[in-house]
């Protein structure tokens, strides 16, 4: 009898519990989430992680390809129908901010425990920021410096562990390595008619001194008229003008170029197809002691100001910061945090790279902000192409590029 | 009532439902989205104006601005080389293969089979593929061109402003040839073969006979192709994105990427439309052509 009772009283607490987990089921938060993540990239993972803390919010994930994300997102939008989480690319960030598409988080972010502003690098935080608020939290981030390939150094007599610091000294190491009669080039970078050409020359302007604002001035002129030379003397490939970044580092993996610029992407496929010694260094600046500066990119998280669950979608954005931690170890991503160090990987050259990457991040800068970014970076890519090509000359080129700018309202 | 319902089994009813089943289908999914095309090249449209139809009215401020633009002229004249320099290339290329095939040796309708592959395949892939053979530096025609002794340095195919349309070109005549060839092998088999039995003995030599009956007797194969031809240019995009990216410079910018390029790479979708719209005038008339040469087909 009391074994009974025991018994039915076990089924009953086992009923009614699993009736409450039901019913707390039922009640669970549902966030919808897009981003060009694929399964060994962090938001999917992260995600599963998230959901299975059962804390009665789930995230439903969708994955996106690179190209449809802005135009997903503002058909989303404008029909009401987005998603309450996307990841953007951090150009793009400031035309939805601008447009009150976005939420603004500063409130939230002052409160929270785990997102705090000053542990983030300067340029990825602009990069969220609009009119002095943010509209999100940066993800991971990435910027460019420069490749050197040391047993051609070698070979050129030059030393290895010199790696040109200004761009007189960039021109004159790569006049020295250049070897046409072996298929060398002295540098190979990308001046594509995309978004990649603005990205690796915007650094190159901002060094001069220049911002996309004033995208004609001396220091820009410098830049183009640089990168101008590089071409026109052959120190790299005239296929620079329409290849990308990965494509154009291939090469100096093949050891056909002596020097790349080029960023964090780059290090496993280098550590596996580059015969040869290499190393890294920051962007040569205009002259010594300069100011330095250097490109931006990779992803921002960011919550649509169409949500129903503003709350719940800013705990699920301070748990992915909680695990920025692990992310270069677990994902091969930097984390945009300048509080946490990059943890050792045993590769030394590997740890070299990071090392300097993290430091050429201090001085990373993002495009923009603004919200008419696509159609300034199409202006400077105008320019770029329209100098390297010969058909203007630098200052002519930056002079059209920045009345379109002005115009636009940049 | 019974009147509306025999009408409809046999009768002018009927012929208007064969009529309208087609056109309803016509509207829904080309003529709408025509006509939204053409509203939103007068309308200022952003990415958040996107879902509505109701939008700014700019009038032809679209038109003005495009045409205001320094490139705008050179990519309009790119397109009409790469329209004719295509359509030249595939047609001339494809109907020598189609009369060499006609020849009929043995294999020869093997062969003439294995050609299609090449428009089989998707036009990234080609691109793709092309882009290796076209590189400056290490590109295979280079080579070739070098080890042949046709030239001593290297071209940069799709990065000297001089020569990257006809990069493209040259891939898009690869694509092409195949699917000219296998129009104009049916439209020469077709051609009844006592005809030139005829011809011979009134001592007609070859030539002769390839410009008094081969050629009349294509007439409307010809026309359709070319205006099939003029569609299919005008709609090839994935060589431009794979090759050169319209560069450097707008060197290799054709209208049909340019429009891609302001919708969805600049977000201005007024201006992306309003070029659209301008490519649906040169396509109603390739379109007017076709229906000309068709016509004769039903006569002959």
Known sequence: MGIRR????????????????????????????????????????????????????????????????????????STGKAPDIITIDNPNHAMFASRKAFLDLTDMIRQSKVIKPENYFPGPLKSVTWDEKYYGVPKATNTIALYYNKDLFKAAGLDPEKPPQT?????????????????????????????????QFLPWAQMGGATYK????????????????????????????????????????????????????????MLKDAKFQWGTALLPVPSEGAQRSSAMGDFNWAIFSSTKHPKEAFKALEFFASKDVTMYKDFGQLPARSDLPVPPTGNPQKDSALATFVEQLKYAQPRGPSPEWPKISKAIQDAIQAALTGQMEPKAALDQADAKIKSIGG | MKRVFSSITDGRGFDLVLVGVPFTFLLALSGLPLLYNILMSFQEVDMFSLGSVIRPFVGFRNYLDLFTQPETVSILKNTIVFVVGSITGQFLVGFALALFFWINFPGASWLRGLFLVSWVMPGLVVGAIWNWILSGDFGVLNFLLQQTGLMSS??????????????????????????????????????????????????????????TITL?????????????????????????????????????????????????????????????????????????????????????
């Not at chain 1, 250049?178 to 603005?198: D, M, Q, R, V």
């Not at chain 1, 291939?250 to 080029?262: C, E, K, P, V």
């Open chain 1, 6 to 77: 025991t018994m039915i009283s076990i089924a009953l607490a086992l009923a009614s519990a699993s009736f409450a987990g039901m019913g707390a089921r039922a009640e669970d938060v549902k966030l919808v989430l897009w981003s060009l993540d694929r399964d060994i990239q962090p938001a999917p993972n992260l995600i599963k992680e998230f959901n299975a803390q059962k804390n009665g919010i789930q995230i439903e994930y969708r994955q996106l390809q690179f190209d449809d994300v802005v135009s997903e997102a503002m058909r989303a939008f």
């Open chain 1, 167 to 199: 761009w007189t000294e960039l021109v004159t190491t790569a006049k020295k390595l250049t070897n046409p009669s072996k298929n060398i080039y002295g540098l190979t970078f990308s001046a594509k008619a995309n978004e990649e050409g603005t990205f």
């Open chain 1, 214 to 269: 004033t995208i004609n001035s001396e220091g820009a002129v410098k830049a183009l008229t640089v990168w101008k030379q590089m071409l026109d003397e052959k120190l790299a490939s005239p296929d620079t003008l329409t290849r990308s970044q990965w494509d154009a580092t291939a090469t100096f993996n093949a050891g056909n170029a002596a020097m790349a610029i080029s960023g964090p992407w780059e290090i496993d496929r």
């Open chain 2, 154 to 211: 290297n071209i940069f195919w799709r990065s000297d402003p001089n020569f990257s349309l006809w990069a493209v070109i040259l891939a898009n005549i690869w694509l092409g040839t195949s699917f000219n060839m296998i129009l104009l092998a049916t439209g020469l088999s077709a051609i009844p073969a006592d005809l030139y039995e005829a011809a011979e003995m009134d001592g007609a030599n070859a030539w002769q006979r390839f410009w």
């Open chain 2, 216 to 300: 009349p007797m294509m007439r409307s194969t010809i026309g359709a192709i070319i205006a099939l031809g003029l569609i299919f240019t005008l709609q090839q995009f994935d060589l431009f994105a794979a090759i050169t990216d319209g560069g450097p410079n707008n060197s290799s910018n054709v209208a049909q990427y340019w429009a891609w390029d302001l919708s969805f790479r600049q977000y201005d979708f007024g201006k992306g439309a309003t070029i659209s719209v301008i490519m649906t005038v040169f396509v109603m008339f390739a379109a007017t052509v076709y229906v000309r040469s068709t016509r004769h087909e039903v006569r002959g």
